[in-house]
């Protein structure tokens, strides 16, 4: 396997040019770049197909299977949500249960009133995310098909491809994500232009999901450890503040309260009845109403609190989800949290920990897996998050009422092209052969597991190895997809509760971090070359005679 050396050139002063991590060794790098300028943009990529033929040949199979989900499932999948997030792109108010990055989104393509553009684009979404892991691993110096094993889970898992052609704000946040990832570790120690973008990219990601609220912090930290440069951490840190400000006082401006959103409390209260004891918490008399007196093994799975109608905040709120995101219920169920984790840190930690330790089984498995039912849906393994294909073409299943109910809604889908909502239709033979190749082709848990270990391990080596250089520094180029990767894995855990959908937000930062394990000095390939050599030679003059 051939190695790049980035940290044999180091920089050392910080007020100098930023380097370009290793040298242009790698065939994406410098394909075509012998060719004149004259020929143009057409030329140059016509050089890199050429040299990356393999990944060319695969990254078009990736294309055809994005049509073939267009072809099958037009215009658009819903859940639940995407009528939330159309409705708020229409209105332009801001949402009390999730922060609107998407319905901004959504709210560019407006003037296009075409589903099929949402959808469009987000597939390109996921094509770019696999290649731009592609073109940092070739980059940093791994042959085509070892940068191309950790691109394959982002361009043809089944539920990467089907999140892409849902209206849901989950492909923006991942392929945002990916960009961070992708500028930060395509440089040792990036352009100032560049740490800007990082930085920008990192906070519209936490409009767009409540999970992506850590990032910021998580980028910046690595960024320091990794030894950046000052400027550089201080651009990221400043332009990826502003977005999040921005979306504050928007926020206020509606809600009179400067935040994202006012469901964190709700989303908590939910976590925690998976292990909440009354008898052991001695709540007072007002948080006692949101006791649930079932066993605990009589309990529905922890996001079944948020939306069903058989649970004690439901008594105290009526049917009308909205009564349960309201600053006064927010403050009530926040407090209830609090007190279940105070006074139960064990049984927190063991709940956190079995639904993490879930991502890595080898099947899914789904709570109540039905179609009209709300867990199996957020579990991300519900009939809404698959390629159905009844006996005949037919659309998927038409929304609840509580959706046509409102004529905002109406409003929005007219602006959307004029469909009416969850008008899906399924269309043979393409619906058939994606409901086959559901069954195969996603990445199982134990993969998962084995992508985040290698990149543990990389990040090991990067922490014991003796020199420092500017731009790798303390974890080396793995540590920070990894550490992204293991937040994105375990936050939603810690915070509302386990979904198989949640867990796709932390695959390409994983199978990035496993990739980087690979490259570089003091790498994991030249560990185990080390380990080999040093069990082959001897080890005393007796048994070298």
């Known amino acids: 396997m051939p190695l790049n050396d980035p940290l044999a050139q180091p920089e050392t002063d910080d007020s100098g040019p930023a380097t370009e991590g290793p040298p242009p060794a790698s065939t994406w790098q410098d394909a075509g770049s012998g060719r004149p300028r004259l020929l143009g943009l057409w030329s140059r990529l016509s050089g890199v197909v ?47 249960v999730r922060s609107d990055g998407y319905p901004l989104f959504l709210y560019v393509l407006l003037p296009f009133h075409s589903l099929n553009v949402v959808t469009g684009l987000q597939a390109l979404m996921g094509l770019a995310m696999g290649t731009g892991i592609y073109a940092v ?7 085509w098909w070892g940068a191309t094993i950790p691109a394959l889970p982002v361009l043809f898992d089944v539920f990467e491809v089907q999140l892409e052609h849902m209206i849901a704000a989950d492909v923006l946040f991942y392929a945002l994500v990916t960009l961070v990832l992708v500028l ?34 998580i980028v910046v930290i690595a960024m320091l450890l990794r030894r950046m440069g000052w400027r550089r951490v201080a651009a990221t840190a400043v332009a990826g503040v502003l977005p999040i400000l921005g979306y504050m006082v928007w926020f206020h401006s509606s809600t009179g309260k400067y935040a994202l959103d006012e469901s964190t409390g709700t989303f908590l209260y939910s976590r925690v009845q998976s292990f909440a004891d009354c008898n052991r918490m001695d709540p007072s008399a007002k948080l006692r109403v949101l006791c649930d007196p079932r066993a605990l093994k009589d309990r529905p799975s922890s996001q079944e609190y948020l939306w069903s109608d058989d649970t004690p905040l439901a008594t105290l709120t009526g049917p009308n989800n909205a009564n349960r995101f309201t600053p006064q219920i927010e403050s009530l169920t926040m407090k209830f949290a609090e007190r279940a984790i105070e006074k139960q840190p064990l049984d927190y930690v063991k709940v956190v920990a079995s639904d993490t330790l879930r991502t890595f089984r080898w099947t899914r498995e789904g709570t109540n897996d039905i179609g009209g039912s709300s867990a199996g ?9 698959r390629f159905e294909s009844p006996p005949v073409e037919a659309e998927i299943e038409a929304a609840p009422g509580w959706v046509t109910a409102d004529p905002a809604n109406a409003y929005a889908a007219r602006d959307f092209g004029g469909a009416t909502y969850g008008e ?31 990149g543990a391990v990389g990040v090991w080596l990067g922490i014991r190895r003796r020199t420092r250089v500017p731009g790798t520094g303390w974890g080396g180029l793995p540590l920070l997809p990894w550490l992204v990767g293991v937040a994105l894995i375990v936050l939603p855990p810690m915070t509302a509760g386990f979904s198989y959908r949640y867990v796709l937000a932390a695959i390409p930062a994983v199978c990035l971090a496993a990739g980087l394990a690979f490259s570089g000095r003091g790498s994991l390939i030249t560990w185990l070359r080390g380990l080999k050599r040093a069990r082959s030679e001897p080890t005393s003059p007796e048994a070298a005679g």
């Open 50 to 96: 050429r040299a990356n033929r393999t990944f060319s040949i695969i990254l078009l199979a990736a294309v055809l299977l994005r049509l073939v989900v267009m072809l099958g499932y037009p215009p658009a999948m819903f859940f639940n949500d995407s009528y939330n997030y159309m409705t708020d792109a229409f209105t332009k108010t801001p949402d009390v």
């Open 424 to 454: 899906t239709s399924v269309v043979r033979p393409w619906s058939t052969f994606l409901s086959e190749y559901q069954k195969v082709f996603y990445l199982r848990g134990p993969f998962v597991f084995l992508f985040a270990g290698v």
């Open 184 to 217: 930060l570790c395509w440089w040792d120690r990036p352009p100032l232009w560049i740490a800007v973008l990082a930085g920008l990219a990192t906070g519209y990601a936490t409009t767009v999901r409540t999970v992506g609220e850590p990032l910021l912090v």
């Open 137 to 143: 691993l070739r980059h940093r110096g791994l042959p």
């Open 377 to 385: 849906n957020l579990e991300g393994s519900g009939s809404k998050f």
